[in-house]
């Protein structure tokens, strides 16, 4: 849209465009920005700024989530916000964990999930690696976590959600806890199910995930006599 001497025209995709009659307000712009980042997977501020609903209600806090501002992504419904988003990830670069309400499609107008008025599962993760680099041996059948963990903030009691990630591993495992130590005590979830989107085969788990709640995901690593610790190379 138009141009100017030190950038030129913009060449790329443009998703939506919006003009307003006067200029917005921090809070309006809080809340326009939230309805783009989260219908198109994107980081409102690096995470650094509060998502706001159309009531400017705090969907995703900043100071509470700090730590997990990286790849920030969710869905929600909010008819007054002009938002309905079944599924989402993160589209920044590298691999993202995918979540829709109800099941998984190729698109979200072909999810039949449903959230009611109001509702927002937003997730971000602390910005470490999406591999399984953390040894533990508090999980039968389970030798390393990622190092990625995840962090969520549910508004309005969203329920059972489809947690996806891209086929690697022959027995990738959630891990849900209520803190940021994984051991025993948590929940664990076999992600042994299968379903392609868009041509990709993804293992995935239908679970809650609780306002506040953590989660990673874990695998067991086959290595030398089953040694993996302090492996470098084989």
Known sequence: IGA???????SGQLNEILVFEDRLTAAQMDQVE???AVKYGTTYTHGEKDY??????????AS?????HHNIAGIARDDNGALYQKQSWSTNTGSQILIGVGGLANNNSSNSGILTNGQYLIWGDNGLAKIPTVATNEFANLSHHFASIWRVQNNGAVGTVRIAW????????????????FDGMDVITAMSNE????????NYADVIL??????????KLAGPGGVTSGLLMW
């Open 64 to 68: 509470v989530n700090q730590g997990y």
């Open 34 to 36: 939230t309805y783009l």
């Open 166 to 181: 891209p086929k690697t591993f022959s027995n990738l495992t959630l891990i849900q806890s209520a803190d940021t130590i």
């Open 4 to 10: 100017d001497n030190n950038w030129g025209a913009f």
């Open 52 to 61: 706001k609903n159309s009531t400017g209600g705090v969907v995703w806090s």
């Open 210 to 219: 609780a306002d506040g709640q953590y989660f990673t995901l874990g695998t």
């Open 195 to 202: 379903i392609t989107v868009n041509g990709i085969v993804y």
